[in-house]
Nanobody, 115 residues
């Protein structure tokens, strides 16, 4: 069973930047949309950004202008560059990929924004 592994999270000061990566642990084929979600403590998981197979992107309003999602189709990898991080960005960040007949989720990577 394919798993997704997120890396790049950590502790950062407000205004800082982080780049998240999401890589499959095994062979994976026919990926369509790829995306990032986040879940803050005590809150529901929420959409952050997504990118389609042809590179069309969509962002939640709270990260527009601060986040950039990108993908490397040759590596089946999706990235999330987060700039000007704010304390309210603190959350566990999860990637997901849409396959032909299912959606696969990663285990999450934590971003903590604090001074």
């Amino acid at each position: 069973q394919v798993q997704l592994v997120e890396t790049g999270g950590g502790l950062v000061q407000p205004g800082g930047s982080l780049r998240l990566s999401c890589v499959p642990s095994g062979s994976i084929f026919n990926i369509f949309d790829m995306g990032w979600y986040r879940q803050a403590p005590g809150k529901q998981r929420e959409f952050v950004a997504m990118i389609t197979l042809d590179g069309t992107t969509n962002y939640t309003d709270s990260v527009k202008g601060r986040a950039t999602i990108s993908r490397d189709n040759a590596k089946n990898t999706v990235y999330l560059q987060m700039n000007n991080l704010k304390p309210e960005d603190t959350a566990a960040y999860y990637c997901n990929v849409e396959l032909e007949d299912t959606v696969v989720w990663g285990q999450g990577t934590q971003i903590i924004v604090s001074s």
